[in-house]
């Protein structure tokens, strides 16, 4: 799944969850990460996790491919869980607290379109930090593309071997012209917001902060999550 295709989710959707405001999920998601850091049980974290997917679900978007990009952290938590002691109940538990975490985070920006999140993020941040994010992210689409464009051009031209020596050599030129891009991008990204009298804040709309009804539904979502957790922890 191209990182592309989270924000034509995000912007494109209807349902009750994209309807609802930025700061509404945003909140959600706070609630969801201290049940997910709360949690010590893994089963109370397992049926999060199905909420989570139920409510993916009735968002509208594709629960597998979601779901297969949220397992990604297990990857990386599996080497530090196997290495913990107190058996197989603490891997599952870090396992299942990575997976729950990263859902979360999925449902919110497959939900919300990027702006109203950097918005939000600019209100907590300095705004230099906020500002070099936002940038970076809409920048990383542009050097996606340009790498895609990249390897096409080399296959057409038979200049491109999967699995070869040369193909590695070859697939190693393209990373350095897309590091090339990015320092060429980033420059004229800096020339535009000066010449745009960029005075250290990129203007946001308020949009974000316009709470609703459908604020209802990632709310009670954080809030019963984080209640069950530490129902059964205490």
């Given at each position: 799944m191209e990182l592309a295709q989270?924000?034509?989710w995000a912007v494109g959707g209807s349902s009750a969850w994209h309807r609802a405001s930025a700061l509404g999920k945003?909140?959600?998601t706070v609630l969801l990460i201290a049940a997910v850091v709360s949690a010590n049980e893994w089963r109370v974290l397992l049926l999060v996790y199905a909420a989570l997917l139920f409510a993916?679900?009735?968002a509208r978007l594709p629960v597998f491919k979601i779901a297969l990009v949220g397992a990604y952290p297990a990857l990386f938590t599996l080497l530090f869980a196997v290495s913990q002691t107190g058996?197989?109940?603490v891997v599952i538990l870090i396992l299942a607290r990575a997976l729950t975490a990263a859902l979360a985070?999925?449902?919110l920006i497959t939900t919300t379109p990027y702006v109203d999140i950097f918005a939000a993020l600019g209100r907590i941040l300095p705004s230099l930090?906020?500002?070099g994010l936002f940038l970076t992210y809409r920048s990383f689409f542009i050097l996606l593309e340009t790498f895609a464009q990249l390897v096409i051009g080399l296959r057409l031209r038979g200049a491109y071997s999967r699995w070869k020596l040369r193909g590695f050599s070859q697939m190693a030129e393209v990373v350095g012209m897309t590091f090339l891009r990015a320092l060429d991008l980033a420059e004229h990204s800096q020339a535009v917001l000066h010449l745009r009298g960029y005075a250290g804040h990129i203007p946001a709309s308020q949009r974000w902060r316009r709470m609703n009804i459908n604020d209802a539904l990632p709310l009670s979502l954080g809030a019963l999550a984080l209640a069950l957790a530490l129902g059964i922890r205490a």
């Open positions: 989270v924000d034509q945003l909140a959600a993916i679900w009735t058996g197989w109940n985070m999925l449902l930090l906020a500002d």
